[in-house]
């Protein structure tokens, strides 16, 4: 089982691209990152860190989530016309690092809600009738699949806003 803390931070800003997509096309999610550091080093940016994949709207897993695929930046800017700026809002947060890249997202999601709630601990979502909204849940890749193609190796940070 991975371990789980809850850690107090700061906002975090970031640039991206927003967009409604399917877990079955998640290449073309993917697509989107080289796009990103690529229009963020044009724009003179430095980026702090992988890809997160900011979860904001999923009814089931076959249906068309809301996702930002984002980098984490100093600083809010704009980097270019098709991509969005933002930031992740301050707060406490649920955090878990597992290895094992996206094999093991799905048992780590879950883990982390049964863990929450045996401590009592309230994920800041909205459930509607189309679908779990998040205030803030994301996934951030912490290794470098170039650099490592062993996915066992690949270390994520899986993170959920707690109210």
């Known amino acids: 089982m991975t371990e789980f803390t809850v850690e107090q931070r700061p906002e975090r800003p970031w ?10 096309h998640w290449d073309r999610l993917n697509a989107h990152v080289p796009r990103i550091y690529s229009a963020l080093a044009a724009a003179g940016g430095v980026p702090l860190g992988g890809p997160i994949y900011q ?8 249906d068309p989530m809301e996702i930002t695929v984002s980098v984490p930046v100093a600083a809010c800017m704009e980097i270019g016309e098709g991509f ?8 406490r947060y649920l955090v878990a690092r597992p290895e094992g890249g996206p094999d093991v997202l799905a048992t780590v999601h879950r883990e982390m809600w049964e ?24 996934e951030q890749f912490l290794t470098d699949p170039q650099s490592e193609p ?4 690949w270390a994520t940070e899986v993170t959920y806003l707690l109210r």
Not at 15 to 24: I, N, Q, R
Not at 56 to 62: F, G, M, P
Not at 150 to 153: F, G, T
Request: proline content about 2%; cysteine-free.
């Open 115 to 138: 863990w929450a709630q045996v401590q009592g601990l309230v994920l800041a979502i909205d459930e509607r009738s189309d679908g779990i909204h998040w205030q803030g849940r994301t």
């Open 150 to 153: 062993d996915r066992s190796k």
């Open 15 to 24: 640039v991206g691209v927003k967009m409604t997509a399917e877990l079955a």
């Open 55 to 62: 979860y904001h709207r999923l009814k089931t897993a076959q």
């Open 84 to 91: 969005d700026t933002g930031a992740l809002p301050a707060g």
